[in-house]
Each structure stands twice: as structure tokens, then as C-alpha cells.
């Protein structure tokens, strides 16, 4: 990619699960051929804050691309479903308005609770979906430069 920068936003809540999303990417990433250096981290409150920022890093226009990260939890006060989604939709929105992949590493579980099982479980959930995002962004920009602007 000409432009070897990547941000990547990753949501406080839950940090100890959220940031092995990121050491998975970092990881896979550098297995890929890309520098490791050229991720940009950034930390916001919680899953909700992520779609403005992926607004405002896309339009800077420093980023080749954008990874968001975040455990959105049924917490009994909100619907959880309701923020995911609407974060979901933002990311969406981030790509398609300012032609920067936006790529989600936002996980929603069904029920999540936090005992040793689901911790565990979702730890290492995290880490294989930050892996599983960094090929899909070099995938999607390999196959964007392919296309016709």
C-alpha cells in the first residue's frame, strides 16, 4: 500500500480481552510484510466513541486503512444489540463515505459473563480475530488497487 499506515481504535471496557484483538492484528500484520510501526493506536471510552473517530482518521487521510476493536456486553441497563448495530452501521458509513476500509473486530456475544470460562474463551477470541482482520486488510487493499477508480 502506498500508504502503510493503519489506525487502529480500540474501545477502554474490557481492555484486558479488547487488546489482545490488537496483538493479534500486530502479530499477523508483520507476518504479512507490513511494519508493525505504521499502526496508529488509538483508545476511546467504549464501543460507542469508535465510529466518530473512524470518521475523523479516515478524513485526515493519513490512514490507509482503519481496525476497530470492542466487546459490546449485555450490561442489564441497554439494549445491548441496539449500540452494537449502531456502531456497526457508523463503521459502514466511515467506509463507504470516505473510501477507507474500515475493518471490525467489535464482537457481540450472545450472553458474555465474566467468569473464568468466558474470559478465557473470549481472550483468546479476540486475539484470533485481530489475525483474522489484518489478512482481511491486506486482502481488501490488494483487491481495491486491483479495481478501476
Given amino acids: 500500500m502506498s500508504n502503510n499506515s493503519v489506525a487502529f481504535i480500540r474501545a477502554s471496557w474490557h481492555t484486558s480481552i479488547v487488546g489482545r484483538a490488537l496483538e493479534g492484528f500486530t502479530a499477523e500484520f508483520a507476518a504479512l510484510g507490513y511494519d508493525s510501526a505504521g499502526i496508529d493506536v488509538f483508545e476511546v471510552a467504549g464501543a460507542f466513541e469508535i465510529p466518530l473517530h473512524a470518521k475523523r482518521l479516515a478524513a485526515s487521510g493519513k490512514y490507509a486503512a482503519i481496525v476497530a476493536s470492542a466487546l459490546v456486553v449485555?450490561?442489564?441497563?441497554?439494549?445491548h444489540d441496539?449500540?452494537?448495530s449502531a456502531v456497526i452501521d457508523g463503521l459502514m458509513r466511515v467506509?463507504?463515505?470516505s473510501d477507507v476500509p474500515v475493518f471490525s473486530v467489535v464482537l457481540t456475544p450472545h450472553h458474555f459473563h465474566e467468569h473464568s470460562?468466558?474470559?478465557t474463551f473470549f481472550t483468546e477470541h479476540f486475539h484470533t480475530k485481530g489475525a483474522e482482520a489484518?489478512?482481511?486488510?491486506?486482502?481488501t487493499l490488494s483487491s481495491l488497487r486491483s479495481l478501476p477508480v
Avoid: P, T
Fill in 95 to 97: 467506509q463507504l463515505d
Fill in 74 to 79: 449485555d450490561g442489564g441497563i441497554y439494549r
Fill in 117 to 119: 470460562e468466558h474470559v
Fill in 82 to 84: 441496539f449500540v452494537a
Fill in 134 to 139: 489484518a489478512r482481511a486488510l491486506a486482502s
